[in-house]
Structures are given as C-alpha cells and as structure tokens.
C-alpha cells in the first residue's frame, strides 16, 4: 500500500491541491473517481492527463503507480489505466468490508463525540441536504463520502480511516453503474438519523443504524448503466496549474 496523504476527507478542488505534483494529480484522480466526474471504464491516458494538470508525463506515471497500488484505479499491460468497473460481486465484498468498519466506528464513538465535533457533523449533513435540493448530485456525492470518512477520523484508529479510503471509490463506481439515476449515494435524512443514534442511543444501537444504513444504499443498486465517458480535460480544468 502506498502512503497515501490522510486527510480524512477527499479534498476540495481546486484550493486543496497537495504541494507536490504527484499528490495533486493522485489526489484529484482520487476525488474525480469519488464524486463520479470519472465513470467507469474511462480510460487514463498519460499525455491527456499530463496536459490537464500541465506536468510531466513522468510525474502521471508516479501518481497512477500509487492509484493502482490503492487499488483506486487498474493497471493493465500494453493497455495503460483506467478507471474500474466493478461487478455486482465486487459489491458484495466492497459492503461486506464497509459494514465490519463502519459498524465498529460508530460502535466506538457512540455516547462520546464532543459538542464541536457533533456540530461538524451536522454541518456537513446540512450542507449534503442543500446540495441535494440544488441538484448538485457531484457535491452531494463528495459530502456523503467526507461525512463517513469523517465519523472513521474520529474513531482515532487510522487504519479503520485508511481502508474506509479505499472502500469509498469502489462503492461510488457501483453507484454510478447499478444506482437507479438521480437517486443520491446517500439519503441525508439516513445521515441524521446516525447522528441522532450516536448522541443518544447505545454502541448497539448506533451500530444496528449504520447497518441498517449501508444494507439500503446495498438494495439500491439495481441494473447496469452505461455512465458517458468525459474528456480529460474537461474533467480535470480546475486542478491545471502549478508543477513539471
């Protein structure tokens, strides 16, 4: 596994970008293939994605290197990179996997988050809500993901955090080829709720609600769809700049 930078949230282009070239351009294939700007099966050719970032082709190698080792993206001889596209049964590991973790941070922090930290959560839920309302789906999508990420940070085992990194990308390639369209990654109201069970109910409780969360975004995916496949550059204008 390669030491991907933990921040605990995908970053919030363009502001965010990392200093180094490579982690800009690993972080931002990260973040595109999260809020599905990136579909399945989009193929990740070097001299397009030197030129949107404006770097060496050297430095894309490097960073792609680090997202198949992560498993965000795949590798293939005399083929190059893409963006995967996994099967119904990759889904079913990918949830088995998040309901282990996650059942156990909130297993963990029930009865314990501060005021502040409580606070935070229900900012980033709000904030979910009204990019749903907008039809923001790429902004709902990416703050669905920080507010689970962002319960994995507070658990305080970065490991947890780390395979929760990993899990989340997949699971956004599963939305974008079996969710039903204009359904969200996630319902906010199921997000309220969890908050709800994390300040008031017990560990048991709270881990039942996670379940019971991550078994319907399970259910929701349905038959296979054929998302369109952008151009490069188009997806990545905002991350041009800076780095050789």
Do not use: W
Request: charged share 25%.
């Amino acid at each position: 596994m390669s030491q991907r930078r933990v921040a605990g949230v995908p970053p919030d282009p363009p502001d965010a970008s990392p200093a180094l070239p490579t982690d800009r351009v690993y972080e931002a294939v990260y973040a595109a293939v999260i809020d599905q700007r990136l579909p399945p099966g989009t193929r990740l050719r070097e001299e397009e994605l030197a030129q949107a970032f404006a770097v060496s082709r050297t430095v894309v190698r490097q960073a792609l290197h680090r997202l198949a080792q992560d498993s965000i993206i795949v590798l293939q001889p005399n083929r190059g990179a893409r963006v995967p596209e996994p099967t119904r049964r990759d889904g079913e590991h990918v949830f088995d996997a998040r309901r282990v973790v996650e059942c156990e941070v909130v297993r963990r922090l029930a009865g314990k988050l501060s005021a502040a930290q409580l606070a935070e959560l229900r900012a980033l839920v709000a904030a979910e809500e009204r990019a749903t309302r907008s039809q923001n789906k790429q902004e709902a999508i990416r703050l669905s993901g920080r507010f689970h990420l962002e319960l994995a940070r507070l658990s305080g085992n970065p490991i947890f955090l780390r395979l929760l990194e990993e899990l989340l990308p997949t699971t956004s390639l599963l939305m974008a080829l079996y969710k039903a369209p204009g359904e969200p990654m996630c319902v906010a109201h199921s997000h309220r709720r969890l908050l709800a069970g994390l300040e008031r109910d017990g560990a048991g409780a709270a881990a039942t609600e996670m379940r019971r969360h991550l078994n319907e975004i399970e259910r929701s995916l349905s038959q296979p769809a054929s998302p369109a496949v952008p151009a490069l550059r188009d997806v990545f204008r905002a991350y041009r700049g800076g780095g050789t």
